[in-house]
Structure formats: structure tokens, C-alpha cells
């Protein structure tokens, strides 16, 4: 593509080719089937996310100037066409991966059938099951009788009905059915000697548009499922009279009716009612217009109910104790005599709750102070602290209200603390809160003792059975001094700190990371040993990139795995053939942020909550923890070196994005997620 840097790959083109790896999870035949279909619906909401967010920012930047290269030397526009050409191409694999996991449900006498296929018996449990449960949800709207074009909501999904009355079928009205999202997309019929059948909620309509329209005495009735995707900015108001909370709240409200970005719709619809939702919905044709199959909304899939044998689903991880934590009473003198490291969701996220749970009614605790992101529906998390300041104990809580798409959670959650007391803190100004940390202070022997916990995860215990991510709980003076420090600014923002041992951003992280590729590049120019480790979700960040590419230059053995967004080209001769990078994607959302420096043979680890990307680096708070402790050191090495071992859900991330899996001469197969687990279990006997 015209105007791209050398060295650099596009982040909106480099985030498509990591959906694709969402994609192949889907495709293949070694992933339990109904696995398969919750992986299109993973990849369907990645993509809905993607165009909300990223698509909309392109689009707002190529209305602003559509030829300056200001997106990592690409040019918007062009940006643009590129992702409408690989989303149409993505679309077409996705519709022969799910009609091909269709037929082997079929082979497991599991069958997703739709309105004309239904048999008598079937035909009348629907008709019944419209009656009671869809219909009172259900108000169609007939677009003749409307001036504008109705508003069409950001995540839900419509029926457009073509009605034709008359002797010959001359006369013809419009409606909009929207499918009701409070209810279940999947309606499990009563099964038969032939197997289960599931028929989604689409098709329940779809049997009964003649009983919804039968005022009309229609001849025939034809019906598409379509779907808008809206502009997530949240355009923040400007008014010093109202407070944060009612400045996003109103902003909130004011996304849902954000600018369409893509209009997606079901590939066989007529062509005059194409036109006809294009010439009313004020679309141009060459807007984001995508064409699928017969259903949209296939995030609903990740939902999709368990049927047939346990082999068509993973089996459920048991997670593990951690040896160090099990049969104790208390957890405390477990860390003060030693720091503690956590992996989830191999080891029970229990602990980190537990904890919590502990402090808020040991009499010894003082106080406790935390940072909040993204919080579960029903969050342990907070009713731990409610209960604390039941117990009276000082709690404060960063809330960063700025999550997105967890905002009004978020507000849900922050009233709720402050109604029990709690001092809130709504993050930093100009800054977005996204470190994982938490300090409990507790009297010991008429002094205070901290214990702290820095992680690479939200403190949300439901996105803890799927994430992979890493916790030290420490009492060690030297981290959890300056994790005091911190919450400091969080409280008073001019108190910046300074910090010898945790790396800090947006002050310290970004040079601190320079300094310590350079060391490798100095040791390598010297001919000592030199490499760089390090796991994330994405790597954008134009300095760092290039760091890293002066560094492989010098001999620095650079080895990467970003799940995400790579923006960095590995191999390529004279500039980065020291570097190679793969990516994870397996049943577990990689998530940990690991970073590993030679430093001359006394290597340097850290954990973090920040990937390599200038938002992370110049634009959140954010903190990365050094262990010091030599036994985590090798935990975090194991876990390191068995995913670099991975010939089974590795892929290799080169400039042509292919996504081919990672071959291996070893024979034996070698999955990383599982051997972790095994690695841990032995250690946990």
C-alpha cells in the first residue's frame, strides 16, 4: 500500500490478521465442535468491537484529510478499502466454516434448523412458544407510514419485511421487526428420535410474520436480517457546572446514537430492498456495507446452548491451589515471609478475593485502597470492600470510569461504594487508570505493614476463568513503598513520586524500557550474551519498534509473542532477522504482559499492566513490578519457554500476515495452555 513506513505494519490491518487467528480457532477440527461456534461468535464481536471503535476513528481521521500519511505512514482512505476488502474476504471464510460446522453437528444429532424446516409437531410447540414468550416484545414499524428512517439501534439486529399484497402482487409495504435482545436467541425443541434440534429466535419470528401481518392479507412476505454498527466515541461535555459521572452518563447516551459506521446485511436480500435501505438510511455505496448469510449477531454464539456428548465442548479446568497458599488460615504470613505469584485461570482466582475478604474484618487491616477497571456483573471484588467499611476500615477506590463498554457498570459499581462510604477516586485527568493494583495496610507489632498486589488483570473474577494472566502479592518494602506512591497521585495529582524499582507510566515506563534495550545493545556490541523475552497483547509503538529493530541490528536475540496487534516486522534481513514473534490463541484470552532482559546474565523480569503502545506508555497510568524473587524468576521463565515451545496453537507473525501455525521438528505435539497447567499441577502435589 502506497505511503507505509518501511518496518511498520498497519494496527488496523495487523488487528484484522489477529481476528483471523480468532477465525482459524473455528476452523479447526481439533477444537470440540460447539468450541467452533462460540470461537464465530468470539470473532463476530471482536469485529463488531473493531469497527465501533477503530473503523470510526479511521473514518473521522479520512473526512479530516484523505491523502496525509498519519496512520504509521498509511493513508486513512486507503486504510479503509483495505479492511472493507479483507472484512469481505474474512466474511466469506466465516460462512463456510459455520455451514461446515453445521453438518457435523448434524453428525452428532444436533440440528440448527431454521422456520421452513420445522414439521407439524415442531411447527405448533413454535407457534406456541411466539405466542407466550416473543409476541408482547415484539413492535413492528411500517417504514410507509414513517417521514425519516426509523433509529436503528447499535448492537441489536432487524428484520426487514417485504409485504405483497394484491391480485398480482403489484402493491408493496416495508417493516422493521427488531429481534428482541432481552430474549434467548436459541430455542432448544423437543427432541425426537432423530436428535436435538435448536432453531434461532430469528426463525421463530420468521414463522409467524404472517399472524404479525395478517391485517395486511398478504400474498407473500419475504424477510433479511440487517445490523448497523455505531461510532463508540463518547464526546465528553464541556460544562465545569456538571460532574464526571453526569458528563459520561449523558455521553453514554449520547453513543447510542453515534454515526453508522457499517451496515451489514444478509447477502441474498432483494435488490430493491437494498436500495431501498441505502436510499432512506443515507448510505453511499462505497460506505462500510457488508454482506453476510442469513443470521448477524453471531456474538450470541458464544452463548450457545451445550447439547450432545461432553466431547463436543472443553472440559471445565479445575483450578489449582497454589502450594504455598493451601490449608493456611491466614494469608498474610504467607506473603510476608515471601512474595507470591498467581497464574490464572490455572490457580484459583479465590485468592485474591479471599484476601480482600480476609482484610475487610481483620481487625489489624487499617485500610485498603485499590484500583477498579472492569468489574464483574456480580463483583466479589465490591462486596468485599462494602464489607470492609461495614467493619470500618478505610477503603478507596480509583474507579476509571473510562472503560469501554463497561462505563455504566462502572457508575453502577462507584455509586454503590460511595453510598457505603467509600472514598472514590474517578481516576486521573488526561490520564485513563489502568493498572492492577491494590495495598492493604495492617497493623503489626505497632507498625505498619503493606501488602500489595500488582497483576496484569482486571480485578474481575468472572473474566479470570478465561483470561491468562499473572499476580504477585509481595510485602516487599520496595515494591510496595512505591505502590504507596502511587495511590498517592491517584489522591493528589501533583505528587508524582519518583520510583527506583516499579516502572511507572506516563513518567518513567517508556525510558526505563529504552534504557534497558540499549544495555542489550551495548552487551551485544561487546560480544556478551544479549536478549530480550517479552509476552503482550499488542506492540504499536513506533519507538520501542524501532529500539527493538537498532537492538536486532546489534545481535540482541529478540523472541515475542503478542496475541494481538503486531505492528513490528520480524525477519526481515538487515533489519530485524534477530526477531522472531508468534501468537498464542488457544481456549484461554492470553493476557499477561511479561518482560524479560538479559542484563548481562543477571536477568531483569517485570509483569505489567501496559502493553508496548503509545497509550499505554504516554496516556494511562500504568505500572510494571520487577520480581526479585529468584524462584518466581523461574516460574515466569517455564511459563515463558513452554509457550515459545508451543508447535500447536503458535502461530508465526511475519510481514505477510499469513497465520501459518508454527511447524516443529519435535514429534511429539506440544500445546502450551495444557503443559502449563500439567507444570503447575506437579508443583501444587
Not at 86 to 95: S, V
Not at 135 to 151: A, D, G, H, R, V
Not at 201 to 226: K, M, P
Request: glycine share 4%; net charge positive; with cysteine.
Amino acid at each position: 500500500m502506497p505511503g507505509k513506513k518501511k518496518g511498520l505494519i498497519n494496527r488496523e490491518l495487523s488487528w484484522l490478521s489477529f481476528n483471523e487467528r480468532v477465525l482459524q480457532e473455528a476452523e479447526d477440527i481439533s477444537v470440540p465442535l460447539i468450541e467452533r461456534l462460540r470461537f464465530l461468535g468470539i470473532y463476530s464481536n471482536n469485529r463488531d468491537e473493531f469497527f465501533r471503535v477503530r473503523v470510526a476513528t479511521v473514518r473521522r481521521l479520512s473526512r479530516f484529510s484523505k491523502e496525509l500519511d498519519i496512520l504509521q505512514g498509511y493513508v486513512p482512505s486507503q486504510v479503509l478499502n483495505s479492511i472493507q476488502k479483507i472484512t469481505l474476504k474474512q466474511q466469506n471464510r466465516f460462512e463456510k466454516i459455520y455451514i461446515q460446522i453445521k453438518k457435523e453437528l448434524l453428525s452428532n444429532k444436533i440440528s440448527i434448523i431454521n422456520e421452513k424446516q420445522l414439521n407439524e409437531k415442531q411447527g405448533e410447540f413454535v407457534k406456541e412458544y411466539f405466542k407466550s414468550t416473543v409476541q408482547p416484545s415484539l413492535f413492528p414499524i411500517i417504514l410507509e407510514n414513517t417521514k425519516s428512517f426509523p433509529y436503528l439501534k447499535d448492537k441489536s439486529i432487524y428484520l426487514v419485511v417485504k409485504i405483497l399484497r394484491g391480485k398480482n402482487k403489484s402493491r408493496v409495504s416495508y417493516a422493521l421487526v427488531e429481534i428482541p435482545p432481552q430474549l434467548n436467541r436459541f430455542l432448544i425443541l423437543p427432541r425426537t428420535s432423530e436428535g436435538k434440534f435448536v432453531m434461532l429466535l430469528d426463525d421463530v419470528i420468521r414463522y409467524n410474520l404472517n399472524s404479525i401481518f395478517a391485517i395486511f392479507d398478504s400474498n407473500d412476505i419475504e424477510s433479511f436480517i440487517i445490523k448497523i454498527t455505531r461510532d463508540a466515541e463518547l464526546d465528553m461535555d464541556a460544562d465545569i457546572s456538571k460532574s464526571y459521572v453526569e458528563k459520561l452518563s449523558k455521553s453514554l447516551k449520547n453513543r447510542k446514537k453515534g454515526s453508522p459506521v457499517r451496515l451489514t446485511y444478509d447477502g441474498d436480500i432483494s435488490v430493491d430492498i437494498m436500495e431501498m435501505l441505502i436510499t432512506r438510511m443515507k448510505f453511499r455505496k462505497k460506505d462500510n456495507l457488508i454482506p453476510g448469510g442469513r443470521y448477524h449477531n453471531f456474538k450470541d454464539f458464544i452463548n450457545f446452548p451445550d447439547l450432545g456428548s461432553s466431547n463436543l465442548t472443553y472440559k471445565s479446568l479445575v483450578p489449582l491451589e497454589h502450594p504455598a497458599l493451601k490449608s493456611q488460615v491466614s494469608i498474610f504470613p504467607v506473603i510476608k515471609k515471601k512474595d507470591v505469584m498467581l497464574f490464572f485461570p490455572y490457580q484459583s482466582y479465590g485468592y485474591i478475593y479471599d484476601m480482600l475478604r480476609e482484610a475487610s474484618i481483620d481487625p489489624k487491616v487499617d485500610s485498603i485502597k485499590i484500583t477498579l477497571y472492569r468489574m464483574a456483573k456480580e463483583s466479589i471484588i465490591v462486596n468485599a470492600l462494602i464489607n470492609a467499611l461495614k467493619n470500618g476500615k478505610s477503603v478507596t477506590v480509583i474507579v476509571e470510569l473510562q472503560a469501554r463498554f463497561d462505563e455504566e457498570a462502572n457508575i453502577f459499581w462507584a455509586n454503590q461504594l460511595q453510598d457505603e462510604g467509600a472514598t472514590v477516586i474517578f481516576g486521573v485527568p488526561g490520564l485513563k487508570v489502568h493498572s492492577k493494583l491494590f495495598i492493604i495496610a495492617r497493623k503489626e507489632s505497632n507498625r505498619t505493614i503493606n501488602y500489595a498486589h500488582v497483576g496484569t488483570g482486571n480485578f474481575n473474577e468472572e473474566t479470570a476463568k478465561i483470561y491468562s494472566d499473572v499476580s504477585l502479592l509481595t510485602s516487599d518494602t520496595r515494591v510496595t513503598n512505591e505502590v504507596v506512591k502511587v495511590f498517592n497521585f491517584y489522591a493528589n495529582n501533583y505528587k508524582t513520586g519518583s520510583y527506583r524499582h516499579l516502572l511507572v507510566s506516563p513518567w518513567f515506563m517508556r525510558n526505563k524500557f529504552i534504557q534497558l534495550i540499549s544495555e542489550e545493545i551495548k552487551n551485544a556490541k561487546k560480544g556478551k550474551k544479549a536478549f530480550i523475552y517479552a509476552k503482550l497483547n499488542s506492540i504499536v509503538d513506533d519507538e520501542l519498534i524501532t529500539k527493538l529493530y537498532s537492538a536486532s541490528k546489534a545481535g540482541v536475540k529478540i523472541k515475542l509473542i503478542v496475541r494481538g496487534i503486531c505492528s513490528l516486522v520480524a525477519g526481515r534481513k538487515g533489519q530485524s532477522e534477530n526477531i522472531e514473534v508468534i501468537s498464542i490463541v488457544d481456549k484461554f484470552l492470553e493476557h499477561s504482559r511479561i518482560f524479560v532482559f538479559c542484563n548481562d546474565e543477571d536477568e531483569k523480569y517485570f509483569i505489567s499492566s501496559a502493553d508496548w503502545m503509545s497509550r499505554n506508555l504516554d496516556h494511562r497510568s500504568e505500572v510494571a513490578v520487577p520480581i526479585y524473587d529468584k524462584n518466581l524468576k523461574e516460574e515466569l521463565s517455564e511459563f515463558l519457554n513452554i509457550q515459545f515451545s508451543d508447535n500447536t496453537k503458535s502461530r508465526v507473525i511475519d510481514e505477510k500476515q499469513s497465520n501459518k501455525y508454527v511447524t516443529s521438528t519435535n514429534l511429539i505435539k506440544s500445546r502450551s495452555q495444557v503443559e502449563f497447567y500439567k507444570y503447575l499441577h506437579k508443583k501444587s502435589l
